[in-house]
């Protein structure tokens, strides 16, 4: 009997000491390779089949964003037991390059491992990565305790009508929790603005590391802003209403909870090769000029459509120059956009439509048109044109009686009666007394005024001539009916109830007035540039200051 109980003993130690045999390696991986500079991510150290002391490696060319976290784990699979710890670092690439993380070392059992070593590849970052929380870095005082808000930017430098984009969040580790007022986000002064507020905000799954404490973290709104001016911009605090409380207080204690602010470094885009098709665009954009048709009678209309598609700045892109025939006749036209904002940025077509009457027949070629942008992810300026349109004209112009083309159409001739009327053979001359007409003021009147009327005509043509070469007295002349129609416009958003509309239409419609009355490019309108300009035209000092107000 205690022969048996000798043998299973031994016959234990052996199967345990087999059992925990295992072999020790050190080994170390990155969460993601290639890494966009500026995003954050994991590299973890793994030591298996032992324990011991971890040592990292140094991390040049990478900031330190949190670290280490440990964890180990012990697994019994088919009687083998398995060891391993892991220390985690979060890491920041600072520069694009090639980087390489040297091993990392361990010293367990009276010796030392050695992991692989990390070539870590940093690239560019795109906008939709940019926008991430977790790879954007706030300003100090977004708040701080148990229960705050952040505002991140996915750029903190720009040039005038480059967009970024603004997210807000909300952390929070109290266990009750009500949000109570967060509709009104700031307004921030010198950006086009598109807002976009998350209506139920609802809690991550996963726990935001902030200086040592785990917090719950919820998305409340996005902004897509576009700087209208150069300098340094602040981006305003967001302000929220909440109710915190914890399990064992049965009342909630009410709090306003503010941000931190953000500065903006807002820039103009480079004189060098900007040309005279540049006004103002920023993105990488394309344009498209069409016609619903190319064949067709004097005085028939045709749709004359110019589609600006892309990225960047769209809703601030104004109608181009044309330089069609003096036989077109030309409307205003009409803005048709398909814009949509999102964590990119924005994005989609802005198109113009115009009504184009030909007066007179003909072949007719449509000139390309030029456009010009600045593309700030290349640095550069970049002229792109259309296509030149080929236009028929057919059918016959005459000037009728108030000197309008009219067209002959060919028609048959109607017969207007059979009766013929009889010649009369005699005929009685009655004398008209008093002066004679030649000598009269009726004769000289009817003498001279075929010249007078031509000197005048000569005199009008000559000044129409000098007003149309004269492109921004036009603009000038023509800033009222442009803004009458912009705010008919924005009456109609206001009378729909799209309240954002309307303020953006508003908004655009004395930016467009005061670029064209006062001859100011429009990524240079600004309060203080509009301001000067309105106090040496001599305008009184109420009307400029309703104006800026």
Same mark, same amino acid.
């Given at each position: 009997m205690l022969k048996h109980i000798v043998i299973s003993i031994i016959f234990l130690i052996a199967l345990i000491s087999g059992s925990v045999a295992q072999d020790e390696s050190l080994s170390m991986t990155v969460s993601k390779n290639p890494v *966009?500079? %500026?995003? @954050?991510? &994991?590299?973890?150290?793994? +030591? &298996?089949? /032992?324990? /011991?002391?971890?040592? *990292? *490696? $140094?991390?040049?060319?990478?900031s330190l964003y949190a670290g280490p976290s440990k964890s180990s784990s012990t697994q019994w699979i088919n009687g083998v037991i398995s060891m391993e710890v892991s220390h985690s670092y979060f890491l920041v690439p600072e520069k694009i390059g090639t980087y390489t993380i040297e091993p990392a070392s361990a010293q367990t059992g009276g010796k030392t491992l050695s992991s692989n070593e990390l070539k870590i590849e940093v690239i560019k970052q795109s906008d939709a990565a940019a926008n991430s929380p977790r790879n954007s870095q706030p300003a100090s005082g977004g708040g701080s305790g148990d229960c705050f808000v952040r505002m991140y930017s996915n750029k903190s430098k720009v040039i005038v009508g480059e967009p970024l984009?603004?997210? !807000? !969040? +909300? !952390?929070n580790r109290y266990p009750r929790f009500d949000l109570e007022q967060h509709e009104q986000l700031p307004q921030h002064s010198g950006f086009w603005k598109d807002d976009k507020l998350v209506q139920s905000p609802s809690w991550n799954q996963d726990l935001e590391r902030i200086d040592g404490k785990d917090f719950r973290r919820a998305h409340l709104a996005t902004q897509v802003l576009i700087p209208q001016r150069a300098g340094e911009l602040k981006l305003e605090q967001y302000k929220a209403q909440v109710a915190v409380g914890n399990r064992r207080s049965f009342f909630m204690n009410r709090m306003e909870l503010k941000s931190n602010t953000l500065t903006i470094e807002v820039s103009r885009p480079p004189n060098s090769g900007k040309g005279a098709a540049f006004n103002g665009a920023v993105g990488d954009l394309d344009i498209n000029v069409s016609v619903d048709r190319s064949d067709l009678d004097v005085n028939d209309a045709l749709n004359l459509s110019v589609r600006i598609s892309g990225k960047g700045n769209l809703v601030l892109i104004n109608e181009l120059d044309l330089e069609l025939p003096d036989e077109f006749e030309v409307y205003d036209p009409k803005i048709k956009d398909k814009i949509s904002t999102s964590g990119g940025g924005m994005s989609g077509s802005r198109t113009f439509e115009y009504l184009v009457i030909p007066r007179y027949p003909g072949d007719y070629k449509l000139p390309p048109i030029e456009f010009q942008f600045y593309d700030y992810t290349e640095d550069r300026y970049r002229s792109i044109s259309s296509d030149e349109i080929s236009i028929q004209v057919q059918g016959d112009a005459v000037l009728g009686a108030e000197g309008a083309p009219k067209v002959i159409r060919k028609e048959g001739v109607s017969e207007l009666g059979t009766d013929i009327r009889h010649i009369r053979n005699k005929v009685r001359v009655q004398r008209i007394e008093g002066e004679y007409f030649p000598g009269s003021w009726?004769?000289?009147?009817?003498?001279? $005024?075929?010249?007078?009327? +031509? /000197?005048?005509?000569?005199?009008y043509k000559g000044k129409r001539e000098e007003l149309d070469a004269d492109l921004i007295g036009t603009k000038q002349? @023509?800033? %009222? &009916?442009?803004?009458?129609?912009?705010? &008919?416009?924005?009456?109609?958003? +206001?009378? $729909?109830?799209?309240?954002?509309?309307?303020?953006? $239409?508003? !908004?655009?419609?004395?930016?467009d007035y005061a670029s064209q009355k006062f001859a100011i490019p429009l990524s240079e309108v600004e309060k203080g540039t509009v301001q000067t300009v309105m106090m040496k035209k001599g305008l009184e000092t109420n009307a400029v200051n309703s104006w800026i107000r």
């Amino acid at each position: 009997m205690l022969k048996h109980i000798v043998i299973s003993i031994i016959f234990l130690i052996a199967l345990i000491s087999g059992s925990v045999a295992q072999d020790e390696s050190l080994s170390m991986t990155v969460s993601k390779n290639p890494v *966009p500079v %500026g995003e @954050r991510f &994991k590299l973890t150290i793994t +030591l &298996k089949g /032992g324990q /011991g002391n971890i040592v *990292p *490696p $140094s991390f040049n060319g990478f900031s330190l964003y949190a670290g280490p976290s440990k964890s180990s784990s012990t697994q019994w699979i088919n009687g083998v037991i398995s060891m391993e710890v892991s220390h985690s670092y979060f890491l920041v690439p600072e520069k694009i390059g090639t980087y390489t993380i040297e091993p990392a070392s361990a010293q367990t059992g009276g010796k030392t491992l050695s992991s692989n070593e990390l070539k870590i590849e940093v690239i560019k970052q795109s906008d939709a990565a940019a926008n991430s929380p977790r790879n954007s870095q706030p300003a100090s005082g977004g708040g701080s305790g148990d229960c705050f808000v952040r505002m991140y930017s996915n750029k903190s430098k720009v040039i005038v009508g480059e967009p970024l984009v603004v997210n !807000y !969040y +909300l !952390y929070n580790r109290y266990p009750r929790f009500d949000l109570e007022q967060h509709e009104q986000l700031p307004q921030h002064s010198g950006f086009w603005k598109d807002d976009k507020l998350v209506q139920s905000p609802s809690w991550n799954q996963d726990l935001e590391r902030i200086d040592g404490k785990d917090f719950r973290r919820a998305h409340l709104a996005t902004q897509v802003l576009i700087p209208q001016r150069a300098g340094e911009l602040k981006l305003e605090q967001y302000k929220a209403q909440v109710a915190v409380g914890n399990r064992r207080s049965f009342f909630m204690n009410r709090m306003e909870l503010k941000s931190n602010t953000l500065t903006i470094e807002v820039s103009r885009p480079p004189n060098s090769g900007k040309g005279a098709a540049f006004n103002g665009a920023v993105g990488d954009l394309d344009i498209n000029v069409s016609v619903d048709r190319s064949d067709l009678d004097v005085n028939d209309a045709l749709n004359l459509s110019v589609r600006i598609s892309g990225k960047g700045n769209l809703v601030l892109i104004n109608e181009l120059d044309l330089e069609l025939p003096d036989e077109f006749e030309v409307y205003d036209p009409k803005i048709k956009d398909k814009i949509s904002t999102s964590g990119g940025g924005m994005s989609g077509s802005r198109t113009f439509e115009y009504l184009v009457i030909p007066r007179y027949p003909g072949d007719y070629k449509l000139p390309p048109i030029e456009f010009q942008f600045y593309d700030y992810t290349e640095d550069r300026y970049r002229s792109i044109s259309s296509d030149e349109i080929s236009i028929q004209v057919q059918g016959d112009a005459v000037l009728g009686a108030e000197g309008a083309p009219k067209v002959i159409r060919k028609e048959g001739v109607s017969e207007l009666g059979t009766d013929i009327r009889h010649i009369r053979n005699k005929v009685r001359v009655q004398r008209i007394e008093g002066e004679y007409f030649p000598g009269s003021w009726q004769h000289w009147t009817g003498v001279f $005024s075929p010249f007078i009327l +031509l /000197g005048l005509f000569l005199i009008y043509k000559g000044k129409r001539e000098e007003l149309d070469a004269d492109l921004i007295g036009t603009k000038q002349r @023509r800033a %009222g &009916k442009v803004a009458a129609r912009q705010l &008919k416009q924005a009456k109609a958003y +206001l009378d $729909s109830g799209d309240d954002n509309m309307f303020y953006t $239409s508003l !908004y655009q419609a004395m930016n467009d007035y005061a670029s064209q009355k006062f001859a100011i490019p429009l990524s240079e309108v600004e309060k203080g540039t509009v301001q000067t300009v309105m106090m040496k035209k001599g305008l009184e000092t109420n009307a400029v200051n309703s104006w800026i107000r």
